[in-house]
């Protein structure tokens, strides 16, 4: 992944936990009926709706470049999968939160969202590491077969040196 993809996606990533956890600070733990505590619940929730949104955008733009290069390669398979997952639960629930008509459907995708969402760093740490794990991996098998082709090709020269050299007397 390029560096400024990767640090526009930590950002956002960083501010959708950020806002999530200000969120659920203000609304279990502050006194709702003050009114400071409902106006910043209010513009937090804004703030993260907004990177929900743009983590939908980069999380399309990772499908289509990250996403796939490693599928080919055959790196990281199941742990990218869960890790696509868990922004799946994310995304679904986010939606429940907003559109469910049931109390009980809203209260339930509540607890799963902040679970999930809290739970969301560990996640984003376990597949980094691994994809740092299997990217040396391959590093160290490529640099490995480069070094076996090179060792064939100056094994095959002195026989190409020899057929050239008999061509011409010939």
């Known amino acids: 992944m390029k560096r400024t993809h990767r640090v526009l996606l930590y950002g956002v990533l960083a501010l959708l936990f950020l806002s999530g956890v200000g969120w659920a600070l203000l609304n ?5 009926s003050a009114d400071q505590v409902t106006a910043a619940k209010s513009l937090v929730m804004k703030v993260h709706g907004a990177a ?3 983590i939908l955008v980069l999380i399309g733009m990772l499908l289509t470049s990250h996403v796939q290069f490693a599928w080919r390669a055959r790196r990281n398979r199941l742990n990218g999968s869960i ?9 679904l629930t986010g939606y429940a939160l907003y559109y469910a008509g049931s109390e009980t459907l809203r209260s339930c ?3 799963i969202h902040l679970a999930v969402g809290l739970a969301l760093p560990l996640f984003l ?15 160290h098998a490529n640099a490995a077969s480069k070094t076996q ?5 100056e094994l095959q020269r ?11 007397r010939i």
Request: positive net charge; aromatic residues 10%; glycine residues 4%.
């Open 28 to 32: 279990y733990f502050a006194d709702p």
């Open 52 to 54: 929900a949104m743009a």
């Open 83 to 91: 890790f696509l997952a868990v922004f799946a639960v994310l995304t």
């Open 109 to 111: 995708a509540s607890w």
């Open 125 to 139: 740490l376990v597949h980094v590491l691994l994809g740092k794990r299997t990217r040396s991996a391959a590093r």
């Open 149 to 153: 082709a090179k060792t064939r090709a």
């Open 158 to 168: 002195p026989t190409r040196e020899l057929q050239a050299g008999l061509a011409k």
